[in-house]
């Protein structure tokens, strides 16, 4: 009977391994643990892994081409561990291409190139087989991150691929491509530098690339359409974006392409950020995530429909477990194939906690100075519990995770969903105490009554390198819109400029990460469109010879970022030390904020710093501690040599505009 009872249990066993498990719920799936998804190549073999655990069957389509023609071999996939499939070639398969076939019952999906693949052809649609070490750049093995000691020693600089070199006027060859930012001695029409030159001149320490995965929204071969698009549509989230490589049918040009733009700018001492959109794909039933396990990777409404937290169609369920796998392998890949110095994720706020602070241990294991960021909301409601999402109001619980500070932002500018409402910048009163809590990065300090913010009643953040002050980004107007369809009744351009001037330097005085929108040094425009995520290049691109009509506003916000990298007062990595050294001014002018710096905070050269903010449109006198103050900036100019000297207690700020002075 033994022999027998045995027998029957490995006949069960065997059957069972042709049998699709059945799984009550998406928490039943099983996690696959291994690191050899979707392929392994050698010159000898190629094998093959794709994580399927509700499929009948699996195959794999083999192609000579990219995007054309039909496969030239069809192969079927075994079942291997935990719901995955796999298959070994022995055979040189370099320069094919492939995709893999799911069956569930009698209905066979469509072909997907998995959702982990790291090349492709055109438009994404089938994987290819290269040799990674052939994506290598000359001297790619010695490529290092600059320097970098606290979060707070950043200062990112937000731009479009395209909209950094498309412009006639920028001097530029690689237009709208990766290799533009390898492109040195590039002028605008008056002979002013442009490009990374420009970058380095400005002073900036990282840029942020919007969406430079590969995205729906351009066709790679219809190229000469220019159609544009911001690129937060994601297919293939391994994979550079085509439409920006010199050759997007060549798969190993894309990939080496983007790591000679990463080389150039580390070269240059500026680090690379990549904007992430794991929230949501560009489909929904046929995205390649959906074709390997239908609705897996998805939350859905209780009456089976999709949730769309993203406002986009679909929204990801990273708190499941494949799924939290794939974002923390991808961000992981990128750091370390690509050499990535941070990530910024898109509404941050529909992924759960736990992730985001699984995504930053896996990078500590690889460097402790990769910058993780995000958007702290979510576009629409959410099935997840808000307890469990990386927004704002939770950003105590993410791990040297920052979040934007829409308070700031709102506060200086106005409104963002009211484009005709104004902000302190602008002369609006009552704001001042919102202004003090982008000052302290969002933090803890006595001095800020937390029931007058616009927004947030109460301090979000850790530290204030947890959080990004900003008062512009791609999304809605940019700040000379704003402003301009803002402004008062009698306002005049030169004091847009002036209210333009102040806003940013708040954003670079303040405790935290500064950030600025491409173009904004150089006045840029968008012709007043709020969402210019598919407008023509006429609107969304760098007019270069801006920085020449527009210079000493250039100039301004060169100062203010060489004040800021200078100065380690501005850049007070923990909160305690905040409240130590950072004291505000009681004044009884309205509309007007002032705080010290004291006792070489931070390691910083000068003593005290005194920092002074007059949201009026006329001058203001205010009472000044007792000193021989070193002014460096007062009415729209920053002098770091010194302006003057003031012994009086007594100072006028100028109308919209800021004082900054310091005693050794």
């Given at each position: 009977?033994?022999?027998?009872?045995?027998?029957?249990?490995?006949?069960?066993?065997?059957?069972?391994?042709?049998?699709?498990?059945?799984?009550?719920?998406?928490?039943?799936?099983?996690?696959?643990?291994?690191?050899?998804?979707?392929?392994?190549?050698?010159?000898?073999?190629?094998?093959?892994?794709?994580?399927?655990?509700?499929?009948?069957?699996?195959?794999?389509?083999?192609?000579?081409?990219?995007?054309?023609?039909?496969?030239?071999?069809?192969?079927?996939?075994?079942?291997?561990?935990?719901?995955?499939?796999?298959?070994?070639?022995?055979?040189?398969?370099?320069?094919?291409?492939?995709?893999?076939?799911?069956?569930?019952?009698?209905?066979?999906?469509?072909?997907?190139?998995?959702?982990?693949?790291?090349?492709?052809?055109?438009?994404?649609?089938?994987?290819?087989?290269?040799?990674?070490?052939?994506?290598?750049?000359?001297?790619?093995?010695?490529?290092?991150?600059?320097?970098?000691?606290?979060?707070?020693?950043?200062?990112?600089?937000?731009?479009?691929?395209?909209?950094?070199?498309?412009?006639?006027?920028?001097?530029?060859k690689n237009k709208g491509k990766f290799l533009a930012f390898t492109e040195h001695g590039t002028k605008n029409s008056t002979g002013q530098t442009t490009g990374i030159d420009h970058l380095i001149e400005l002073g900036i320490t990282h840029i942020h690339l919007l969406p430079s995965f590969d995205f729906a929204s351009v066709d790679e071969t219809k190229l000469k359409e220019n159609k544009y698009n911001w690129?937060?549509?994601?297919?293939?989230?391994?994979?550079?974006?085509?439409?920006?490589?010199?050759?997007?049918?060549?798969?190993?040009?894309?990939?080496?392409?983007?790591?000679?733009?990463?080389?150039?700018?580390?070269?240059?001492?500026?680090?690379?950020?990549?904007?992430?959109?794991?929230?949501?794909?560009?489909?929904?039933?046929?995205?390649?995530?959906?074709?390997?396990?239908?609705?897996?990777?998805?939350?859905?409404?209780?009456?089976?429909?999709?949730?769309?937290?993203?406002?986009?169609?679909?929204?990801?369920?990273?708190?499941?477990?494949?799924?939290?796998?794939?974002?923390?392998?991808?961000?992981?890949?990128?750091?370390?194939?690509?050499?990535?110095?941070?990530?910024?994720?898109?509404?941050?706020?529909?992924?759960?906690?736990?992730?985001?602070?699984?995504?930053?241990?896996?990078?500590?294991?690889?460097?402790?100075?990769?910058?993780?960021?995000?958007?702290?909301?979510?576009?629409?409601?959410?099935?997840?519990?808000?307890?469990?999402?990386?927004?704002?109001?939770?950003?105590?619980?993410?791990?040297?995770?920052?979040?934007?500070?829409?308070?700031?932002?709102?506060?200086?500018?106005?409104?963002?969903?009211?484009?005709?409402?104004?902000?302190?910048?602008?002369?609006?009163?009552?704001?001042?105490?919102?202004?003090?809590?982008?000052?302290?990065?969002?933090?803890?300090?006595?001095?800020?009554?937390?029931?007058?913010?616009?927004?947030?009643?109460?301090?979000?953040?850790?530290?204030?390198?947890?959080?990004?002050?900003?008062?512009?980004?791609?999304?809605?107007?940019?700040?000379?819109?704003?402003?301009?369809?803002?402004?008062?009744?009698?306002?005049?351009?030169?004091?847009?400029?002036?209210?333009?001037?102040?806003?940013?330097?708040?954003?670079?005085?303040?405790?935290?990460?500064?950030?600025?929108?491409?173009?904004?040094?150089?006045?840029?425009?968008?012709?007043?469109?709020?969402?210019?995520?598919?407008?023509?290049?006429?609107?969304?691109?760098?007019?270069?010879?801006?920085?020449?009509?527009?210079?000493?506003?250039?100039?301004?916000?060169?100062?203010?970022?060489?004040?800021?990298?200078?100065?380690?007062?501005?850049?007070?990595?923990?909160?305690?030390?905040?409240?130590?050294?950072?004291?505000?001014?009681?004044?009884?002018?309205?509309?007007?904020?002032?705080?010290?710096?004291?006792?070489?905070?931070?390691?910083?050269?000068?003593?005290?710093?005194?920092?002074?903010?007059?949201?009026?449109?006329?001058?203001?006198?205010?009472?000044?501690?007792?000193?021989?103050?070193?002014?460096?900036?007062?009415?729209?100019?920053?002098?770091?040599?010194?302006?003057?000297?003031?012994?009086?207690?007594?100072?006028?700020?100028?109308?919209?505009?800021?004082?900054?002075?310091?005693?050794?």
């Open positions: 009977m033994k022999k027998q009872s045995l027998f029957i249990l490995l006949i069960s066993v065997l059957c069972s391994c042709n049998t699709t498990p059945k799984y009550a719920t998406f928490e039943d799936y099983p996690v696959y643990e291994g690191s050899d998804l979707e392929l392994t190549y050698s010159p000898q073999s190629s094998k093959f892994r794709v994580w399927a655990p509700t499929a009948d069957e699996v195959k794999i389509l083999l192609y000579d081409n990219g995007n054309e023609g039909g496969a030239y071999e069809t192969k079927s996939m075994k079942r291997g561990e935990n719901g995955t499939w796999k298959l070994e070639i022995d055979d040189n398969l370099k320069g094919k291409f492939y995709t893999f076939q799911i069956r569930i019952g009698e209905k066979w999906l469509d072909e997907t190139p998995g959702m982990w693949v790291k090349a492709t052809g055109v438009n994404g649609k089938r994987a290819a087989i290269i040799d990674f070490a052939d994506t290598n750049p000359e001297g790619w093995e010695n490529d290092v991150r600059p320097a970098l000691k606290n979060f707070t020693d950043i200062m990112l600089y937000e731009v479009h691929v395209r909209d950094f070199s498309v412009s006639p006027n920028s001097g530029m690129g937060y549509d994601p297919v293939n989230y391994n994979v550079p974006e085509g439409s920006y490589s010199t050759d997007p049918y060549n798969p190993v040009t894309r990939i080496k392409e983007f790591k000679q733009m990463v080389q150039s700018l580390h070269q240059s001492g500026i680090r690379v950020i990549m904007d992430v959109v794991y929230n949501h794909t560009a489909a929904g039933s046929n995205s390649h995530l959906n074709l390997l396990a239908p609705n897996y990777f998805y939350r859905m409404n209780a009456d089976s429909t999709w949730s769309n937290a993203s406002g986009c169609g679909n929204e990801t369920a990273s708190e499941r477990g494949m799924m939290r796998k794939f974002m923390v392998e991808s961000v992981v890949y990128w750091a370390t194939e690509y050499h990535v110095d941070g990530f910024r994720f898109d509404l941050m706020g529909i992924h759960d906690i736990e992730t985001m602070n699984a995504i930053r241990a896996a990078l500590d294991k690889i460097d402790t100075s990769i910058f993780v960021y995000g958007e702290g909301w979510t576009a629409s409601s959410s099935p997840l519990a808000e307890e469990r999402r990386a927004v704002k109001k939770n950003a105590k619980q993410l791990d040297n995770i920052a979040v934007f500070s829409d308070d700031i932002r709102d506060a200086l500018k106005g409104s963002w969903m009211h484009s005709e409402i104004p902000g302190f910048v602008s002369g609006i009163d009552s704001l001042e105490e919102s202004v003090k809590f982008g000052v302290i990065g969002a933090t803890q300090h006595d001095q800020v009554d937390y029931t007058k913010l616009i927004y947030s009643k109460a301090p979000y953040v850790n530290n204030p390198s947890q959080i990004i002050n900003y008062v512009s980004c791609h999304d809605d107007m940019c700040l000379v819109d704003k402003l301009n369809q803002a402004k008062p009744i009698d306002a005049t351009d030169d004091e847009l400029v002036r209210f333009n001037k102040l806003a940013q330097t708040v954003v670079f005085t303040s405790q935290g990460v500064p950030f600025i929108y491409a173009g904004e040094e150089m006045y840029r425009n968008k012709k007043g469109i709020h969402n210019t995520y598919q407008s023509p290049d006429s609107v969304n691109r760098i007019d270069w010879d801006f920085k020449t009509t527009n210079s000493e506003l250039y100039d301004y916000y060169k100062g203010l970022i060489a004040l800021r990298k200078g100065h380690a007062a501005f850049r007070i990595p923990t909160q305690d030390m905040l409240q130590k050294h950072l004291k505000f001014l009681n004044f009884l002018v309205p509309n007007v904020v002032g705080f010290t710096l004291s006792d070489h905070v931070n390691g910083e050269i000068w003593k005290d710093i005194l920092v002074l903010y007059n949201g009026n449109r006329k001058e203001a006198k205010v009472s000044i501690p007792v000193g021989n103050w070193n002014l460096i900036c007062d009415d729209g100019i920053v002098n770091l040599g010194g302006i003057v000297t003031i012994k009086d207690t007594t100072f006028t700020i100028a109308p919209s505009s800021a004082s900054i002075m310091y005693v050794k």
